[in-house]
């Protein structure tokens, strides 16, 4: 499948980890998304044609598919324009960085015959898998409640992340991989409640460094999600993601990368299969309803996280 990158300010790494792997072919050309972008390198690291426009290159490369990732707030506008010429679009999240820009996006996408897939690579790890795997098998019994964390280094950030217009705050983009897991394992969400802070983001401008959400699920399943960067610098890794999930018999959790399970036996380690490369995952899936299943629930993680930022401004739960 002919493909282009538009953009580098996102997860443009699973597109590289699949070409690495052998598992596609090279991208045709990549041009960046967003002013101030520089995908030079980025076309050299892949040996693919360079374009200053990404219209342009649209125009002249004519591509199945586009791999959208450039500063968040561009997003939806550049995968509308692809999904109206017929282009398949993997996009970074959150999908839009405003209400009103997803639900154009969402008609958009009813409007064309191609798929849109989203960069939400956490529910493709071998880790989260065990944990949906023990679910489906009844390891404890009916899901309660449902924990997410995101714990991250502040390190280095560019420019745009110091304006929220640009960057679309922090719970769109970070707190969305928890909220996925959520609503993924526990159902549809009835309301949501946020709350976030720019408070010690070490010069950062607008940048939320914590921030926390808490939704009520169907049949009265609980969510919460927790989102910071303030891991200190010397900490072992970037990046340190948990899940919890207590059910009715018992609990599941994930840490370091590891599951435990722990119901009417003791606390045990579980096996892990093995992890999926999302973009590969995308690209098998369409044409299928898997690939429908994937816009549906990437829109819904969208609109949950900007009403999650609404409420954290307004101080208000809102029912959704």
Same mark, same amino acid.
């Not at 010429?85 to 209400?99: D, M, N, Q």
């Not at 493709?124 to 898998?129: D, F, G, S």
């Not at 590891?258 to 999926?276: A, K």
């Not at 098998?284 to 819904?300: L, V």
């Given at each position: 499948?002919k493909?282009?990158?538009?953009?580098?300010?996102?997860?443009?790494? %699973?597109?590289?980890?699949?070409?690495?792997?052998?598992?596609?072919?090279?991208? +045709?050309?990549?041009?960046? @998304?967003?002013?101030?972008?520089? #995908?030079k390198?980025?076309?050299?690291?892949?040996?693919?044609?360079?374009?200053?426009?990404? !219209?342009?290159m649209?125009?002249?490369?004519?591509?199945?598919?586009?791999?959208?990732?450039?500063?968040?707030?561009?997003?939806?506008?550049?995968?509308?324009?692809?999904?109206?010429?017929?282009?398949? #679009?993997?996009?970074?999240k959150?999908?839009?960085?405003?209400?009103?820009?997803l639900?154009?996006?969402?008609?958009?996408?009813?409007?064309?015959?191609?798929?849109?897939?989203?960069?939400?690579?956490?529910?493709?790890?071998?880790w989260?898998?065990?944990?949906?795997?023990?679910i489906?098998?009844? *390891?404890?019994?009916?899901v309660?409640?449902?924990?997410?964390?995101?714990?991250?280094?502040? @390190?280095?950030?560019?420019?745009?992340? %110091?304006?929220?217009?640009?960057y679309?705050?922090t719970i769109?983009?970070?707190?969305?991989?928890?909220?996925?897991?959520?609503?993924?394992?526990?159902?549809?969400?009835?309301?949501?409640c946020?709350?976030? !802070?720019?408070?010690?983001?070490?010069?950062?401008?607008?940048?939320?460094?914590? +921030?926390?959400v808490?939704? %009520?699920l169907?049949?009265?399943?609980?969510?919460?999600?927790?989102t910071?960067?303030?891991?200190? !610098?010397?900490?072992?890794?970037?990046?340190?993601?948990?899940?919890?999930?207590?059910?009715t018999?018992?609990?599941?959790?994930?840490? *370091?990368?590891?599951?435990?399970?722990?119901?009417?036996?003791?606390?045990?380690?579980?096996?892990?299969?093995?992890?999926?490369?999302?973009?590969?995952?995308?690209?098998?899936?369409? @044409?299928?309803?898997?690939?429908?299943?994937?816009?549906?629930?990437?829109?819904?993680?969208?609109r949950?996280?900007?009403?999650?930022?609404?409420?954290?401004?307004?101080?208000?739960?809102?029912? #959704?």
């Amino acid at each position: 499948m002919k493909y282009v990158i538009i953009g580098s300010s996102g997860h443009h790494h %699973q597109v590289e980890e699949a070409v690495k792997a052998g598992a596609c072919n090279a991208p +045709a050309a990549v041009a960046p @998304g967003s002013a101030g972008e520089d #995908v030079k390198a980025l076309s050299v690291k892949l040996e693919a044609e360079y374009y200053d426009s990404w !219209t342009e290159m649209l125009d002249k490369e004519k591509p199945e598919l586009a791999v959208v990732n450039p500063w968040y707030s561009d997003n939806a506008k550049i995968s509308m324009e692809c999904l109206r010429r017929g282009i398949h #679009v993997y996009s970074e999240k959150p999908l839009a960085t405003e209400p009103e820009e997803l639900y154009m996006l969402k008609e958009a996408y009813e409007n064309s015959d191609a798929d849109l897939g989203c960069m939400l690579n956490l529910n493709c790890c071998a880790w989260y898998r065990a944990i949906e795997n023990s679910i489906v098998n009844g *390891d404890i019994g009916e899901v309660r409640m449902i924990h997410g964390q995101k714990s991250y280094r502040m @390190g280095v950030r560019g420019a745009h992340y %110091q304006k929220r217009s640009l960057y679309g705050g922090t719970i769109p983009w970070i707190s969305i991989h928890a909220v996925d897991w959520v609503l993924r394992l526990g159902g549809k969400c009835q309301w949501v409640c946020g709350t976030h !802070t720019s408070a010690c983001n070490r010069g950062n401008g607008e940048m939320e460094t914590s +921030a926390a959400v808490l939704l %009520q699920l169907e049949n009265g399943v609980i969510g919460t999600v927790d989102t910071d960067f303030l891991r200190p !610098t010397g900490s072992a890794r970037h990046d340190d993601d948990r899940l919890r999930v207590t059910g009715t018999r018992g609990m599941l959790e994930a840490i *370091d990368g590891r599951v435990y399970l722990e119901n009417e036996e003791s606390r045990r380690e579980l096996p892990l299969p093995e992890g999926i490369n999302p973009f590969i995952r995308f690209i098998n899936a369409i @044409g299928t309803e898997d690939a429908k299943k994937q816009f549906s629930e990437a829109y819904e993680d969208s609109r949950i996280c900007l009403l999650a930022r609404e409420s954290a401004d307004r101080g208000e739960v809102i029912k #959704v």
